[in-house]
């Protein structure tokens, strides 16, 4: 946990179920140094990665990846990495928000103004986004390592954490629990 957010000592850990998608055209599985960060990341967090996979920048085929696994009652959250630029090929929001029934909009804002101490401006090229989809949470990064770094150690860690104060998004899923 985040040294500046307070546990509750009350509660336990409660693992998670997490997908990684990293969307490149270029990427493959030994030059994905931002899939295996998140992928490493969350393991070492305590969660449990469900599946990795690594699709071309390409809408339909980010959308049916995502889809398949908000399908999966096994899996709790999605984590995409890349497509999130203002380029020609950059497509994962398009790809992710009509799946979306909600949208975190706090998610996008907040990572950004965390950016813009690493980045200054360039930050403002980000379309960062997360939702929840199916009682999944799907939350879509930038495609540098530095930028899932910041998300997972900033943001993601700290709300797929039950034991995160005031509130954290574990507790908001019934399915787990009910367990």
Known sequence: ???STPARPDREFIPL?????????TRDEDTD???RLLAD????AGHSLHEK???PDDIYRIRAAVSAWIADPEVNAVISTGGTGVTGRDGTPEAVSPLLD????????VFRTISYDEIR???IQSRALAGVANATYVFCLPGSSGACRTAWDKLIVDQLDYR???CNLVELMPRLLER
């Open 102 to 109: 909600k949208t975190i909009d706090g998610f996008g804002e």
């Open 121 to 123: 401006t360039s930050t």
């Open 1 to 3: 946990m985040n040294d």
């Open 17 to 25: 179920s997490i997908c990684v998608l990293t969307v490149s055209d």
């Open 41 to 44: 990341r969350l393991v070492a």
């Open 33 to 35: 140094k931002s899939g």
């Open 53 to 55: 996979r690594i699709v």
């Open 164 to 166: 995160t104060r005031p």
